[in-house]
C-alpha cells in the first residue's frame, strides 16, 4: 500500500471499531431488574445518543474519505495531526455512554456530562479543521483551492464549531436542547456536502 | 483506494468487528456460580443465538460484497443508505445478547426481547434494500439489471422482510418458533444465492 | 478490491479483532482485593493462555494468508467455509478466557473448561482442513497439487486433530498437561511451514 | 494483496483496534456514585493515561508504516516476529488499565502496576527493535542500510529501551515521575524522525 492507502486503512480501521463499540453503550441489566419494555424504555437516551454519534462518526467517515482523495502529500505531520482526530474520534463512544447514563440524571450531573459530550465533539471538529487546513496551507493538495472555496470551508468548519459550543452552553440550562442541537449538526453535515477540494468527481 | 475500496474497506471493518463482538455475550459468570456444565447447558439460547447472528452477518457480509463489485457510482447518498445499513449490523450483538438473556425468562419479556431482536433483523433487510434499489433505480450499477431480474430481486428482499415481520409476531406466541424462523431466513439466504446483477462471475 | 482481496480484508479484520478481544480476558479486579502483585500471580493462567491463544490465531492467520494466496478461484461455497473457520476464531477469546478462569479451580470444572477450550481449537482445525480440501479437490488452487503434498499436508492437518483430541482427552486427568500439548501444537506449527500448494515463494 | 499488503493490513487491523480499546479504560461508575465531576477527577491517571498510550501505539503504527515500506522480503520468520511486536501492542490497554486504576492507590500496588506498565513498554520497543535488526541484517530491505544510518537507529532504540528501564525503576519511588518519563519516551519518538532506510521520500 502507498502512505495513503495505509493512512486509509489505519484511519478506517479506527472508525469501524468506534463506531461499532458505540454499541457497547447498549445494554439492559438482565432478567430480575424489572420489566424488559420499562427497561428498554427508560434507556431512550442511549438510543438517541446511539444514532446521533453513529452518524456524525459517519460523516466525519465520509469527509475523512474525501479529505484523503485530495491529498498529494502524506508527511510525517500530518500523520500525527491525524492522529489527533482518531484521538477525539475513540472517545465518542464513552463521552456518548456518559453522557446517556446521566442525561435524565439532572441535577448538575446532565450539565457536567454534555459539557463532556460537547467537548469531545468540539475537540473532533477542531481536530479535523487544523488537519484540513494544515494541508491547504501547505499545498499539499492534489489541486491548488481557490480562495472562495477555502472561506465556504472555512465558514463550514466553523458553523460546526460554533454549534457545539452552543451546545456545550445550552447544555448546562437544559441537557436535552443541547441534544437536539448535536443531533442538528450531524443532519446538517449530512445534507450540506463538503465542497471539494478541486479533484474532479466520479 | 478508490470509492469502492474505501466504501469496501469500511463496511468490512464494521462486518469484522460486529461479528467478532458476537463472541461477547457468550460468558460464564466464573467460579462460584455453580457447576460449569450446567453454567454452559443454561445458556444454550447464547449459544444458538451466536450461531444465527454470526452466520446472517457472514451473509450480508457476502451480499454486500457481490453488491459493491456490481456498482460503477458511488454517490455521497448511496455512502448514507450504507451507513444506515451498518446502523442496524452494529445493534445486532446488542439484540443478540439481549434476545439470549430473555429468551427462557417467560412471560412478556421474551416477546419483547424476541420482538427487538426481529426488528432490528428487519431493519437490516429493509436498510439493504432500500440501498440496492436505489443503486438499480438510478442506474448506478456496472450494468443495466433487466426487468426480470428485479422481479426476482424483489421478491428474495421480500421473502426475507415478510419472514422477519412473522417472526416478530410469532414471537408473542413462542419466542423458540421465532428463532427458528430467524435461522431459517439464514439458511435461506446461504442456500439462494443473490442473483447477479449483470456483472460476470470469476 | 477483487475477491481474493475482500475475503483476505474480512479475514483479517476478524483474525485482527479476535486476537486482540484476547487481552479482554486478562483483568486485575482493581484496588481493594488485595495485594495486586498477588492478583497478578493468582491469574497466571489468564497469561499462558493469552500467550498460546495469540499464537494460535496468528499461526492460523499466516497459514489463511499463504492459502489464500494460493487460490485461484473464489466461490461462494469458498467464502462459507471460510465463515466456518472465522466462527471458531472468534470463539477463541471465549473459550481462552473460561479456561484460564476455571484452569485452577480444580474438580468437574477445570475438566470441563479445558474440554471446552479443546473443542474450538479441534473445532478450528477442523474448519481450516475442511476450506483447504474443498479448493483442492475442486482443482481451484493456482496450481494443480501433487499428490505428495497432498500427503502431507492431509497428515499435518491431522497431526493437529490427533493432538487437539489428545489434549481433550488428557484434560480430564490433568488439564494442566492438556494446556501444555495444545501450547506444542502451537509452536509445532510456528516451527514447521505449510507445505506450499504450488505457487512459487518470494 | 501482496505479502507486504496483507501483513500491513493485519498488523494496521490489531493496531488500530488496541489504539480504541484503550478507551475502554475511561468510564465512570454511573449515577449513584457521587457527582460526576468529581468522578472524573479522581479518574485523571486514565486520561493521562490514554493520551500517553494512544500516542506511543499511534507513534508505533507511523514508524511501523515506514518500516514495512523499507522492506522487500516478507519471510515467515519476519511474520513472527511481527506478530511478537503485536502480542506486545495487543497487552498495552490492559497495562495502562491496570496502572492508571493503581497510580494513585499508593504502595507497592503504585509501584507493582507502574513497573507492569514499564515492562509491556520494554517489551513493545524490544520486539520492534528485533523485528528491525532481523531485516537489516538478512539484507530484506529495499536498500542496503549504511553502518552511520544503522549506528544511529540502534542509537535511538537503544535510547527507548534505557528510557522505559529508567522508568520501571524510578517506578519503585515515584510512580508519577515514572509516568512522566514514558510520556517524554513518546514526545521525543513524534519529533524526531526514525531514519529513513534508504528509500526516498514522497
Excluded at 500530518?78 to 439532572?106: D, S
Aim: cysteine-free.
Amino acid at each position: 500500500m502507498d502512505d495513503r492507502g495505509r493512512l486509509e486503512a489505519f484511519s478506517d480501521g479506527v472508525f469501524a471499531v468506534a463506531i461499532t463499540l458505540l454499541a457497547l453503550n447498549l445494554f439492559v441489566p438482565g432478567p430480575g431488574h424489572g420489566a424488559l419494555l420499562g427497561q428498554l424504555g427508560d434507556r431512550w437516551p442511549s438510543f438517541i445518543a446511539y444514532v446521533i454519534s453513529f452518524f456524525t462518526i459517519g460523516v466525519i467517515w465520509v469527509n475523512h474519505h474525501e479529505f484523503i482523495r485530495s491529498i498529494a502529500v502524506v508527511s510525517r505531520t500530518l500523520l500525527f495531526l491525524n492522529l489527533v482526530l482518531l484521538l477525539f474520534v475513540v472517545l465518542i463512544p464513552f463521552a456518548t455512554g456518559t453522557m446517556a447514563e446521566y442525561l435524565t440524571a439532572g441535577g448538575q450531573d446532565s450539565h457536567v456530562s454534555m459539557a463532556l459530550f460537547g467537548a469531545v465533539y468540539e475537540g473532533m471538529g477542531a481536530a479535523f479543521g487544523g488537519l484540513f487546513f494544515y494541508a491547504v496551507r501547505r499545498g499539499h493538495t492534489v489541486y491548488a483551492v481557490p480562495d472562495n472555496m477555502r472561506r465556504s470551508i472555512t465558514l463550514r468548519f466553523s458553523a460546526g464549531s460554533i454549534a457545539y459550543l452552543v451546545a456545550i452552553i445550552v447544555g448546562f440550562f437544559s441537557p436535552k436542547i443541547s441534544l437536539t442541537v448535536i443531533g442538528l449538526v450531524a443532519v446538517y453535515y449530512i445534507v450540506d456536502r463538503t465542497p471539494e477540494t478541486g479533484e474532479p468527481q466520479t
